[in-house]
């Protein structure tokens, strides 16, 4: 299993918005997730927009290919985009893992 932890910035100006999508996510988008080999996943938001997501899955590569072939990803990667600061792609398409350099289990 892997833990992965990646950062965004969602724009001052959205920031509520973006809150608000997150408490009513799709639920063939959470299912997706599921399906696709997401677990434990959660976004926390900073004030200033600075977002830290996280997961943790048995294949990065496996579970990113797989919602990148969901049709219910495509719609919600368009409708998250113009949340988002420095950002040329999709969202899930700006998922740079950090490196993990401490973990207490």
């Known amino acids: 299993m892997r833990r992965v932890c990646f950062l965004l910035k969602v724009r001052?100006?959205?920031?509520?918005?973006?809150?608000?999508?997150h408490a009513e996510v799709w639920p063939d988008?959470?299912?997706?997730?599921r399906e696709t080999?997401?677990?434990n996943y959660s976004l926390f938001l900073?004030?200033?927009?600075l977002l830290v997501g996280y997961f943790e899955?048995?294949?990065?590569?496996?579970?990113?290919a797989g919602m990148a072939a969901r049709e219910v990803n495509t719609?919600?990667?368009?409708?998250?985009?113009p949340f988002f600061e420095g950002?040329?792609?999709a969202p899930d398409e700006g998922i740079t893992p950090l490196t993990e350099v401490?973990?207490?289990d």
């Open 57 to 64: 899955t048995d294949d990065l590569d496996a579970a990113l």
């Open 29 to 33: 988008m959470l299912a997706a997730l």
């Open 46 to 49: 900073r004030p200033d927009g």
């Open 37 to 39: 080999g997401w677990r």
């Open 12 to 21: 001052a100006d959205r920031i509520e918005e973006y809150t608000r999508r």
């Open 75 to 81: 719609r919600w990667q368009t409708e998250m985009a």
């Open 102 to 104: 401490f973990h207490l």
């Open 87 to 89: 950002l040329d792609g």
